[in-house]
Antibody, heavy 129, light 110 residues
């Protein structure tokens, strides 16, 4: 059974940093892209970042580009996101999700389908003074 | 405001058929597969439909997806009380250079 367990959430002051982890089990971790998706309180889903199975390709939403860094340790079956310069608007439940595919490339263009299954239970990040 | 537009709410009575729309553009829905997620209250999202109209194992055939041009739809037939949830469409968007979710549709079973 595939399991994803996020950790590392908590209360942090504006401008601060936090690193989230997602421990994966039940599948060959290195074969699958992994993603972070967040949900602000009472709001919809927002894709944050995705990383290919090898870790060699990463994509970010404009809202976090330059502040968040996604990474993975395939020897530990663990996904990370380092979040710096945190803002109040980063307050959200952060979910990690397994992508059912890796990156597709065709005609010189590459993309990651938003085919996320399953999702972890989420970890809450609150940015407040 | 998302590049994918969903109605904020939908409703139906038990046994009815309900459809939820997802409107996009040439940079997303036209070119790429659409995915649908169900989020029950207080839980993580769950994949409901992949590649426009495919159901993962375990998802009842009451749920179906379709796509035409710049729009996609999720249909739920034989509505049940346990279908009351938030539903999201998702697709890759070339202009944003990443996946994007619709704003979500809250389905109420009356």
């Amino acid at each position: 059974e595939v399991q994803l367990l996020e950790s590392g959430g908590g209360l942090v002051q504006p401008g601060g940093s936090l690193r989230l982890s997602c421990a994966a089990s039940g599948f060959t971790f290195t074969n699958y892209a992994m993603s972070w998706v967040r949900q602000a309180p009472g709001k919809g889903l927002e894709w944050v970042s995705i990383i290919s199975g090898s870790g060699g390709n990463t994509y970010y939403a404009d809202s976090v580009k330059g502040r968040f860094t996604i990474s993975r340790d395939n020897s530990k079956n663990t996904l990370y996101v380092q979040m710096n310069s945190l803002r109040a608007e980063d307050t959200a439940v952060y979910y990690c999700a397994k992508s059912q595919t890796d990156r597709y490339c065709t005609g010189g263009a590459c993309y990651f389908p938003p085919w996320f299954d399953p999702w972890g239970q989420g970890t809450l990040v609150t940015v407040s003074s | 405001q998302s590049v994918l537009t969903q109605p904020p709410s939908a409703s139906g009575t038990p046994g009815q058929r309900v459809t939820i729309s997802c409107s996009g553009s040439s940079s997303n829905i036209v070119r790429y597969y659409v995915y649908w997620y169900q989020q029950l209250p207080g839980t993580a999202p769950k994949l409901l439909i992949y590649r426009n109209n495919q159901r993962p194992s375990g998802v009842p055939d009451r749920f179906s997806g379709s796509k035409s041009g710049t729009s996609a739809s999720l249909a739920i037939s034989g509505l049940r009380s346990e279908d009351e949830a938030e539903y999201y469409c998702a697709v890759w968007d070339d202009r944003l250079g990443g996946p994007v979710f619709g704003g979500g549709t809250k389905l109420t079973v009356l």
